[in-house]
T-cell receptor, first 114, second 110 residues
Framework: KAGVTQTPRYLIKTRGQQVTLSCSPI?????VSWYQQTPGQGLQFLFE???????NKGNFPGRFSGRQFSNSRSEMNVSTLELGDSALYLC?????????????FGPGTRLTVL | GESVGLHLPTLSVQEGDNSIINCAYS??????FIWYKQESGKGPQFIID?????DKRQGQRVTVLLNKTVKHLSLQIAATQPGDSAVYFC?????????FGTGTSLTVIP
């Protein structure tokens, strides 16, 4: 069974631009969660989607948004990029919602904002 | 707010020795905990989890201990191998979302 895939793996953008990241969960998994990972802050929860609905949201500004499609694939978008948005963005999929389900992480998208 | 922290940012052990990685959490309502391993260039990999109604759980070469009294979690790796070199971090869940520590970098010395 294929694991969680994320595209692109690396991305360089400039301040003010917007970016869209994609995540394909493990087949059969309906929950996708997004995290931002930085050296100083560790992993921080962005949001969770289940059956195309946002179920939980972390403490990030409205510039960070996401969506989930009927095939469970998910995208996250960051608008008006800031230097501080440079990070590794990870998505994780699980069978069900409720964050007690084991999450399987993808390799991440490394975003660099110049 | 919640805080999940690790006592030591780095840990070096000799191959074959046992490793112990510690984690403190602040929310007494947290009821589910996970240890992850993250190798360079990869996403976090699930190692072992434990629910708050347990104080010990064992896996293959790994043991997680939970002390709810002092809000402390530890990961023990038996017979540490070079392939265990990675960043390890714990995560706590209060039922709403996961909170992660920043991680401990484990280096195994051959």
């Amino acid at each position: 069974k294929a694991g969680v895939t994320q595209t692109p793996r690396y991305l360089i953008k400039t301040r003010g631009q917007q970016v869209t990241l994609s995540c394909s969960p493990i087949s059969g998994h309906r929950s996708v969660s997004w995290y931002q990972q930085t050296p100083g802050q560790g992993l921080q929860f962005l949001f969770e989607y289940f059956s195309e609905t946002q179920r939980n949201k972390g403490n990030f500004p409205g510039r960070f948004s996401g969506r989930q499609f009927s095939n469970s694939r998910s995208e996250m978008n960051v608008s008006t990029l800031e230097l501080g948005d440079s990070a590794l963005y990870l998505c994780a999929s699980s069978l069900g919602t409720g964050l007690h389900n084991e999450q399987f992480f993808g390799p991440g998208t490394r975003l660099t904002v110049l | 707010g919640e805080s999940v922290g690790l006592h030591l940012p780095t840990l070096s052990v000799q191959e074959g020795d046992n490793s112990i990685i510690n984690c403190a959490y602040s929310n007494s309502a947290s009821d589910y905990f996970i240890w992850y391993k993250q190798e360079s260039g990869k996403g976090p990999q699930f190692i072992i989890d434990i629910r708050s109604n347990m104080d010990k759980r064992q896996g293959q070469r790994v043991t997680v201990l939970l002390n709810k009294t002092v809000k402390h979690l530890s990961l023990q790796i038996a017979a540490t191998q070079p392939g265990d070199s990675a960043v390890y971090f714990c995560a706590e869940n209060t039922g709403n979302q996961f909170y992660f520590g920043t991680g401990t970098s484990l280096t195994v010395i051959p």
